[in-house]
C-alpha cells in the first residue's frame, strides 16, 4: 500500500512538472508574438516615413521632348513622380491669333510612378511660334488647380526658311523658299471654298524642302469676291509660270495640291503642261459652283448645287453631301483626267459630309483603267476622316461642312 502511495505522489510531481514548462512555453511564446508584434509595428512606421520621405522628395514633374520643334512633328510628354494607383488628367490647350482655344484632354490611372506617352497636339497654324500650355490636373476632385505644367512651342517655318508676298501681275499670294540657294521642287497650295490666302501648309511644305506658292484666287485684296462667278484657267497658269520663273525653282515643272474644291487642281493638271503631279484633298471632279474657262476661250460646263438637297443642323452645320449630283448625270461637265499630264493622288476621308469624294476617286480611276492608264490616279482613303483632311497635330476637323 505505501509502494503504490510513493508512486503516486512521483506521477503527481511529474505531472506538476509539465504543467509548468507548459506554462513556461506559452509566456515565452506570448512574449515572442508580442515581439513580432512590435517589430512588425515599427516596420510598417518605417515603411510610412520612407513613403513619405519619398512623396515629399519626388514632387510631380512634367517634360516635353522636344521643347519647340515644328507644328506638323509628335513629340513625347513624360511624366514623373505621380502617386501609385492615382487618376491623373493631361490636359493640353493653345489660342490661334484670334483668340480661338483649342484643347485636348486624356485621363489616365497609373500604375507606376513614372509614365512616357507619345503625344499629338490639336493646334491651329500660323506664321508666329504657338506656346502650348500643358498641365497634368488630379482628377479624383473637381477644381484642383494643376500639380505641374510646361511651355511647349510648335512653329510653322523652320530657321533659314523665307516669306516672300507675292503681287506679280494678276498673281497673289505668297511663296515660301526653304533654306539654301536650291533649286527646289515647287509646288503651287490652294484651299477651296473658303477663299483669303492661308499659308500654314505651304510654311511646312517649305520646311521640308518644297519651294511652295500659297495661291490665293478669290476673297482675296483686289480679287474676285466669290466662286459663283467662275474662275479663268489663265489666272493659275500665270500662278504656274510665276513659279517656274524663280530661280529657286527647278525649270522641269512643279506639283499642285488643293483642299476641298480640287477641280482647279485637277483641271490645272489636264490642262497646263508644267503641272507633273496633282494631290486633290476630298475633292471633286467637277466644278460644282461657278464656270471655269479654259485657256481655248471655252467653258467647262458647271454642275449646280441642288439646295433643296442641303442638310441644315441646329448648330449652324451644313451638309451638302446629298446636293453633290451623281457625275455620270453630266458627263459634260466631267475634268478628263485621264488626260492629266503627270500623275494624281487623291486622299478621300470616308466620314466626308461635304461631298462624296469616295465615289469622285473611284471614277477618276475607272476613267484612267478605261483608257490604259491603272496607275494614273492613286487613292488614299481614311477611315472616320472628316472634309478637312490637315498636317498632323492640326485642328481635327468635324465630318461636315459648316455654312458661312
Not at 118 to 133: D, E, G, K, R
Not at 180 to 203: I, K, N
Not at 381 to 403: F, Q, V
Request: net charge positive.
Amino acid at each position: 500500500m505505501a509502494q503504490k502511495t510513493q508512486k503516486s505522489r512521483v506521477l503527481l510531481d511529474e505531472l506538476d512538472e509539465l504543467k509548468k514548462k507548459k506554462r513556461r512555453t506559452e509566456v515565452a511564446s506570448r512574449r515572442l508574438s508580442k515581439q513580432q508584434m512590435n517589430m512588425q509595428k515599427q516596420w510598417r512606421n518605417r515603411d510610412k516615413k520612407i513613403i513619405a520621405k519619398f512623396n515629399v522628395m519626388s514632387s510631380p514633374e512634367l517634360t516635353v521632348t522636344p521643347q519647340s520643334c515644328l507644328m506638323d512633328e509628335s513629340v513625347t510628354v513624360k511624366v514623373t513622380g505621380l502617386k501609385r494607383a492615382s487618376v491623373y488628367t493631361l490636359h493640353t490647350t493653345a489660342s490661334d491669333s484670334n483668340g480661338v482655344p483649342f484643347f485636348t484632354v486624356a485621363t489616365y490611372k497609373f500604375s507606376h510612378s513614372d509614365v512616357t506617352k507619345p503625344i499629338q497636339f490639336v493646334l491651329s497654324l500660323y506664321q508666329c511660334p504657338i506656346a502650348v500650355q500643358l498641365a497634368t490636373i488630379g482628377a479624383e476632385k473637381s477644381g484642383l488647380k494643376p500639380v505641374c505644367s510646361v511651355q511647349h512651342e510648335r512653329l510653322l517655318m523652320a530657321e533659314g526658311c523665307q516669306r516672300i508676298p507675292v503681287r506679280d501681275g494678276k498673281v497673289r499670294g505668297t511663296l515660301f523658299l526653304p533654306p539654301g540657294e536650291g533649286p527646289f521642287p515647287g509646288v503651287v497650295d490652294m484651299f477651296g471654298g473658303a477663299g483669303g490666302l492661308m499659308e500654314h501648309r505651304a510654311a511646312l511644305f517649305a520646311a521640308r524642302g518644297f519651294a511652295t506658292l500659297a495661291l490665293a484666287y478669290f476673297a482675296y485684296e483686289d480679287l474676285q469676291e466669290s466662286m459663283q462667278t467662275g474662275f479663268d484657267i489663265a489666272y493659275f497658269d500665270e500662278a504656274v509660270q510665276y513659279l517656274l520663273s524663280r530661280q529657286e525653282v527647278r525649270k522641269v515643272g512643279v506639283g499642285v495640291i488643293e483642299s476641298s474644291k480640287g477641280d482647279i487642281a485637277l483641271s490645272m493638271a489636264t490642262y497646263i503642261p508644267q503641272i507633273k503631279a496633282a494631290v486633290v484633298v476630298n475633292g471633286g471632279i467637277y466644278s460644282a459652283v461657278g464656270a471655269f474657262k479654259l485657256l481655248d476661250g471655252t467653258h467647262r460646263a458647271v454642275v449646280p448645287l441642288a439646295f433643296e438637297k442641303l442638310v441644315l443642323h441646329r448648330d449652324g452645320v451644313m451638309e451638302t453631301y446629298h446636293a453633290m449630283s451623281d457625275p455620270p448625270d453630266h458627263p459634260e461637265a466631267i475634268i478628263p483626267v485621264e488626260d492629266a499630264y503627270g500623275d494624281i493622288l487623291w486622299l478621300s476621308g470616308l466620314a466626308d459630309r461635304a461631298m462624296n469624294t469616295e465615289m469622285f476617286a473611284r471614277l477618276a480611276v475607272e476613267r484612267c483603267t478605261e483608257r490604259g492608264k491603272p496607275d494614273k490616279v492613286k487613292v488614299l482613303k481614311y477611315p472616320g476622316a472628316g472634309h478637312l483632311l490637315e498636317p498632323p497635330t492640326s485642328p481635327a476637323a468635324a465630318s461636315r461642312c459648316r455654312s458661312s
